[in-house]
């Protein structure tokens, strides 16, 4: 029995009616389309192989074998399609693509074009640095402190400095590499950036023994699988799977498969909580 196909689509897709309903869709075409994103590591990205992976990719297979037992498919093919930052709502409601699978933060503007599952994810505003340093914002003040220019981060920085009453140097970098390595040879004291982008960075440079995550977020930025909206039956299979991954504990083995030997912060442990009750 063939379920998946994980191969990347290159061709154009024809957006099918937008009234049609999800599954009835899939069920009749045997095709299951799911955007993702090529460079949000570690949660969705492609590997060395070509192929999807990261943390939401992984759940999205467990989506697909779902829907694949509940239509009774012995055959669904599901294929990845990358989308980008700019266009991939647009595609999920158009029916372009049926699930969007990738680093997406829910929020109510959003929410006008497409609707959302569950929280997949917290991500938010963390710190990276040496791991003798307490993590308390009042040890930085009148250092040298870097992020990426014209990012949430810069923003969520200056005002959480600004409540502490704490002045510090704030050097821009235009990308996050520079400012891990500025971090690296001690020119500034500490990098601020997502916590996701933080740990793929600290997982690639091994840098376990030196340096830490405070693993508490400035921000909370809720991630969920995108998803045309008014289709109820759909997305309350997204939202069902996704509570049975909670509550079986399988949601925290994906976590440790995405990313191995790092501790999930303490929001991202509330998800697990907080799921729907299964039936």
């Not at 609707?115 to 340093?133: H, K, M, N, Q």
């Not at 914002?137 to 990426?148: E, V, Y």
């Not at 500490?190 to 030196?210: H, K, P, R, T």
């Not at 498969?257 to 299964?278: C, E, I, Q």
């Amino acid at each position: 029995m063939r379920l998946f196909s994980l191969a990347l689509a290159t061709a154009t897709l024809v957006a099918g009616a937008a009234a049609a309903q999800t599954l009835d869709r899939i069920k009749e075409t045997k095709q299951f389309n799911i955007g993702f994103r090529t460079d949000a590591a570690p949660l969705s990205y492609i590997d060395a192989n070509d192929k999807p992976a990261g943390y939401s990719p992984i759940i999205c297979d467990q989506i697909a074998q779902a829907i694949a037992d509940k239509l009774e498919l012995t055959e669904l093919n599901a294929t990845f399609i990358p989308v980008d930052s700019k266009t991939r709502f647009d595609k999920v409601a158009s029916g372009e693509i049926d699930l969007l699978c990738g680093a997406a933060t829910i929020t109510l503007s959003r929410r006008e074009l497409v609707d959302f599952s569950i929280p997949t994810y917290i991500d938010g505003t963390d710190v990276l640095l040496p791991r003798e340093a307490s993590g308390d914002l009042r040890q930085l003040a009148g250092k040298k402190i870097g992020m990426r220019s014209a990012t949430t981060t810069e923003e969520a920085v200056k005002n959480s400095f600004s409540a502490a009453g704490v002045k510090a140097q704030m050097v821009r970098f235009d990308t996050h590499p520079a400012g891990i390595t500025a971090l690296k040879n001690g020119e500034i004291s500490a990098y601020f950036a997502d916590q996701s982008i933080l740990l793929v960075n600290y997982i690639a440079a091994g840098m376990g023994n030196d340096f830490k995550i405070s693993g508490e977020i400035m921000t909370v930025e809720k991630h969920g699988l995108a998803m045309a909206r008014g289709d109820a039956d759909f997305r309350l299979l997204v939202d069902s799977v996704l509570s049975e991954l909670y509550g079986t504990g399988a949601m925290a083995d994906i976590f440790q498969t995405a990313l191995p030997g790092v501790k999930p912060g303490f929001a991202l442990d509330a998800l697990h909580m907080v799921a729907p009750t299964l039936p």
